[in-house]
């Protein structure tokens, strides 16, 4: 088992940065996968980013290629997500996730372990 527990979510005005934190206990995190997914109101969740075991490879949703960044400290346990140049159309529950395949990495089904989400939305 795998516990993931986000953080950092909260209210930004547009145009300004949040940086979500997801931090694992229960097994060896650099064994697992690791995708960023949010979900709006009255929509599906979707697909954020996502990182590879070690940290060196990471994947972008077009929506927020160059605005977002993922990274994965394997002696901290924790996936951080940097988020720039905030939209309101970024807003809704974001989510932390992980699994030991790497593809197919856009498939929230695909994953084994889920956080709680973190909140954040963006004002105009």
């Known amino acids: 088992q795998v516990q993931l527990v986000e953080s950092g979510g909260g209210l930004v005005q547009a145009g300004g940065s949040l940086r979500l934190s997801c931090t694992a206990s229960g097994r060896t995190f650099i064994n697992y996968v690791m995708g960023w997914f949010r979900q709006a109101p009255g929509k599906d969740r979707e697909f954020v980013g996502g990182i590879n075991r070690s940290g060196g490879s990471t994947y972008y949703a077009d929506s927020v290629k160059g605005r977002f960044t993922i990274s994965k400290d394997n002696a901290k346990n924790t996936v951080y997500l940097q988020m720039n140049s905030l939209k309101p159309e970024d807003t809704g529950v974001y989510y932390c996730?992980?699994?030991?395949?790497?593809?197919?990495?856009?498939?929230?089904?695909?994953?084994?372990?889920w956080g709680q989400g973190t909140q954040v939305t963006v004002s105009s």
């Open positions: 996730a992980a699994k030991t395949a790497l593809l197919p990495l856009q498939s929230a089904p695909s994953y084994d372990y």
